[in-house]
């Protein structure tokens, strides 16, 4: 459950309001705004004003020894070669960033813009800044969502196997594979049911909760409600009672 909660709420973490970088002749300050505290101006120390430059994201600023991301700086960017491309998306020489953060394995070589949450590279795709590791790229899709309001949290495939947002689902049963696709990340084939990257029985530290399930008979009844055969399921503790 935790690892779910962490990727869903740090997709929400993005201050809004006006924000931005002002270069002063004392320094680098960066502008933020949150409803909780209002309007905060912070001086860059590390920030050089005869250097820095704003980039075409506001978010995103570089002078000739660092780069920052909405008053951070980005470890170990390259400023020389570093650019924004689009969105929440910037590149070095080295590799590619979202949202500040660098994509893990990524290479600027051939990276690309899928959407707001998915990139590619010649290698590998992205969802965020976590790698997929997808047996083919060619065949990589994205599945529609209903709700568009929630893009974040959609399915995809790359002919081998499906994935939920960036969990992949653990089963070689490709073909037989049944996604439940208004739900929490949830599906089947013929021999288990699965939450996202692992199967249902266990819970994300590995401990088992469910002895059996009935995976001809399971199914999802709303977004992250279940149940079987043989009662309700909740897919973090195990058997509970049905409501």
């Not at 994935?163 to 439940?180: A, E, G």
């Amino acid at each position: 459950m935790i690892k779910y909660l962490q990727t869903l709420i740090w997709l929400t973490i993005f201050l809004t309001g006006c924000t931005g970088y002002n270069i002063e002749r004392e320094g680098v300050y960066y502008k933020d705004w949150n409803e909780a505290r209002g309007s905060a101006q912070t001086l860059l120390k590390d920030a050089d004003p005869e250097t820095f430059e704003i980039l075409n994201n506001d978010d995103y600023g570089k002078d000739e020894n660092l780069v920052f991301y909405q008053g951070t700086i980005i470890k170990g960017a390259d400023p020389a070669t570093f650019e924004f491309i689009d969105d929440l998306y910037a590149k070095d020489k080295f590799r590619a960033y979202y949202a500040g953060d660098s994509i893990e394995s990524s290479s600027s070589k051939g990276f690309r813009i899928i959407d707001s949450y998915y990139s590619a590279d010649d290698v590998d795709i992205f969802y965020t800044t976590k790698p997929l590791q997808v047996c083919k790229t060619k065949d990589f899709k994205i599945f529609d969502n209903k709700d568009k309001m929630n893009q974040s949290q959609r399915w995809e495939t790359d002919g081998c196997y499906y994935y939920y947002m960036n969990f992949k689902i653990p089963s070689d049963d490709y073909k037989n594979v049944y996604l439940f696709k208004e739900s929490a990340g949830f599906a089947k084939d013929k021999r288990w049911v699965y939450m996202g990257d692992r199967k249902i029985n266990y819970n994300d530290d590995g401990k088992k909760i469910i002895d059996t399930v009935d995976v001809e008979t399971f199914t999802v009844t709303n977004y992250i409600e279940c149940r079987d055969k043989f009662g309700c399921i909740n897919a973090f503790h195990g058997r509970e009672k049905c409501k």
